[in-house]
C-alpha cells in the first residue's frame, strides 16, 4: 500500500439479511472501519461462502439516483443488483463507497444533469462545474480490503482506472471480470461517453 495510506482496521461487522434480484434472500456481513483516509462512512458488504484463493470483489460507487430510486439515467442500480447476486454466488466482497457523482457530491451531480441536459457528456459536464472528470480515488477501496485480509481480488467491473488504482496500492488483481451492459434507452449516451472518455469495456449499440 501506499505510504500515504495508514492501515485501517474493522470497525464492526453486523450480519443483515439481503434480499437479491431472483427475490431470494442471503446473510451478508456489513464491515465497517476505523482509519478511513477520507474520514467517509464505507461500507464492505461480505456476500457467500469463503473461498479458496481470491475473491470476486467490486467497488460500488454510491448513487441515490440508480441505486435507490431507480434512475435510468445511469446504469448504476442494475450495476449494484448484479454485482450483489454474483458475489454471493461466488463469495467476495462489495465494497460500497460514499463517492456520489463520481466524487463530486449529490448535489453537484444533479447540476451536471442539467448540464448533461444540454448536450455536455457525463465527464465534461463535471468539468464545467470545476471538478475533474473522474474525482473518485480508491485509497479507501485498497485499505477496506487489507483490513479484511482480501489483498490478492478477481475485480467485478469493466472500468480499468479500478483496477489500476487497486494495483498501484499494492493490491493483486489478479483477473478483471466483466459486468453485464444495462442499457435503457435514456442511458445511452452515458454508456457511450464510459466507453470513449474512461475505456470502458462494454459494446453499446447506437
Not at 500500500?1 to 495508514?6: T, V, Y
Not at 443488483?81 to 447476486?85: M, R, S, Y
Not at 473518485?136 to 487489507?146: E, G, I, N
Given at each position: 500500500?501506499?505510504?500515504?495510506?495508514?492501515r485501517a482496521t474493522v470497525r464492526a461487522r453486523v450480519p443483515v439479511p439481503i434480499a437479491l434480484p431472483d427475490g431470494s434472500t442471503v446473510l451478508g456481513h456489513l464491515t465497517t472501519f476505523d482509519g478511513l483516509v477520507d474520514g467517509r462512512e464505507h461500507v464492505a458488504v461480505e456476500l457467500g461462502e469463503p473461498v479458496h484463493g481470491p475473491p470476486l470483489v467490486r467497488l460500488h460507487s454510491e448513487c441515490l439516483t440508480g441505486d435507490v430510486l431507480g434512475s435510468e439515467r445511469c446504469d448504476c442500480g442494475p450495476q449494484l443488483?448484479?454485482?450483489?447476486?454474483r458475489i454471493a454466488a461466488a463469495g467476495g466482497v462489495l465494497l460500497y463507497l460514499r463517492q456520489e457523482g463520481r466524487g463530486i457530491g449529490l448535489y453537484a451531480k444533479l447540476d451536471a444533469y442539467l448540464l448533461q441536459d444540454t448536450g455536455l457528456d457525463t465527464y465534461d459536464a463535471n468539468v464545467a462545474l470545476g471538478f475533474g472528470a473522474d474525482e473518485?480515488?480508491?485509497?479507501?477501496?485498497?485499505?477496506?480490503?487489507?483490513a479484511l485480509g482480501r489483498t490478492s481480488v478477481r475485480l467485478l467491473t469493466n472500468n480499468p482506472d479500478k483496477a489500476e488504482q487497486l494495483a498501484r496500492l499494492g493490491i493483486d488483481v489478479v483477473a478483471r471480470v466483466p459486468t453485464g451492459v444495462h442499457r435503457r434507452e435514456a442511458n445511452v449516451r452515458y454508456l457511450q461517453a464510459k466507453v470513449r472518455r474512461a475505456a470502458h469495456t462494454i459494446e453499446v449499440a447506437g
Open positions: 500500500m501506499s505510504a500515504a495510506a495508514p443488483a448484479e454485482g450483489l447476486a473518485r480515488d480508491y485509497t479507501v477501496a485498497a485499505q477496506m480490503l487489507v
